[in-house]
């Protein structure tokens, strides 16, 4: 990673399955629009309640880091 700049984006992403699906669903959605995507931090986890109290979705904060062309 020597001598490279790398800007950052948030996304928060969502799934009603688990937070790793809610992780791929950010990625998956970063990867089709954003060049050089190179790592990414995990920077809240949260989740939406149904009617019933349970865990309806879970909601997950992430910063990507891409590498800036020069």
């Given at each position: 990673?020597?001598?490279?700049?790398?800007?950052?984006?948030?996304l928060v992403g969502s799934s009603p399955e688990?937070?790793?699906?809610?992780?791929?669903?950010a990625?998956?959605?970063?990867?089709?629009?954003v060049r050089n995507l190179h790592w990414f931090e995990?920077?809240?986890?949260?989740?939406h309640l149904g009617d019933d109290g349970q865990v309806a979705d879970?909601?997950?904060g992430l910063k990507l880091g891409f590498r800036v062309e020069k």
């Open positions: 990673m020597a001598n490279h700049v790398y800007a950052i984006s948030e688990s937070i790793e699906a809610a992780v791929g669903m990625l998956s959605s970063a990867n089709e629009s995990v920077t809240e986890i949260r989740g879970w909601q997950v």
